[in-house]
T-cell receptor, first 114, second 112 residues
Framework: GNSVTQMEGPVTLSEEAFLTINCTYTATGYPSLFWYVQYPGEGLQLLLKATKADDKGSNKGFEATYRKETTSFHLEKGSVQVSDSAVYFCATNAGGTSYGKLTFGQGTILTVHP | DADVTQTPRNRITKTGKRIMLECSQTKGHDRMYWYRQDPGLGLRLIYYSFDVKDINKGEISDGYSVSRQAQAKFSLSLESAIPNQTALYFC???????????FGPGTRLTVT
């Protein structure tokens, strides 16, 4: 089955620092890849996605590129803000008749200090 | 109003009690999911339903059951709660073509 491995946290940065959260996946076929964000006390919300190799997803200054050759989908942001403090989840979807069913990584806690 | 709602938001119950968590959605999606979140383990799928008549077990369905009462409602039951079911539970919905999942705010369940 599909699996997702995320860089272990927690990650602590100062405001305006560069962020990278690594994500690698194993999946059959041609899955879509997602980054979800969970702010304190809330449910998950989609941050960005990519549906095929070499696609770049972007939103709110975050970017991730679907790299089939390295089976990776690393999340980056050039200058983080305190408001980016949250838990970030990488995910991939299953194929075939279960299409749409997501497999999540374990989550990475990001804390940004002023 | 929120598109995906969950009730209750917090619940404390005792070992052996039956408990039901409810999820309602106004997005008109056919697909609904129940996840469990534990620290360091991410989200794990308990059950999912692709329409009212189609219910499937996820990776950690033991000790749980579900009911899809209507397109908009999907309930999760713990028939006899145990302490290691203490967790944060999320409901989600999705539909083609994007299959993006929309999550509820979660229910924090504590079993003592």
């Amino acid at each position: 089955g599909n699996s997702v491995t995320q860089m272990e946290g927690p990650v602590t940065l100062s405001e305006e620092a560069f962020l990278t959260i690594n994500c690698t996946y194993t999946a059959t076929g041609y899955p879509s890849l997602f980054w979800y964000v969970q702010y304190p006390g809330e449910g998950l919300q989609l941050l960005l996605k990519a549906t095929k190799a070499d696609d770049k997803g972007s939103n709110k200054g975050f970017e991730a590129t679907y790299r089939k050759e390295t089976t990776s989908f690393h999340l980056e942001k050039g200058s983080v803000q305190v408001s980016d403090s949250a838990v970030y989840f990488c995910a991939t979807n299953a194929g075939g008749t279960s299409y749409g069913k997501l497999t999540f990584g374990q989550g990475t806690i990001l804390t940004v200090h002023p | 109003d929120a598109d995906v709602t969950q009730t209750p938001r917090n619940r404390i119950t005792k070992t052996g009690k039956r408990i039901m968590l409810e999820c309602s959605q106004t997005k008109g999606h056919d697909r609904m999911y129940w996840y469990r979140q534990d620290p360091g383990l991410g989200l794990r799928l308990i059950y999912y339903s692709f329409d009212v008549k189609d219910i499937n077990k996820g990776e950690i369905s033991d000790g749980y059951s579900v009911s899809r009462q209507a397109q908009a409602k999907f309930s999760l039951s713990l028939e006899s709660a145990i302490p290691n079911q203490t967790a944060l539970y999320f409901c989600a919905t999705s539909d083609p073509p994007s299959y993006e999942q929309y999550f509820g705010p979660g229910t924090r369940l504590t079993v003592t």
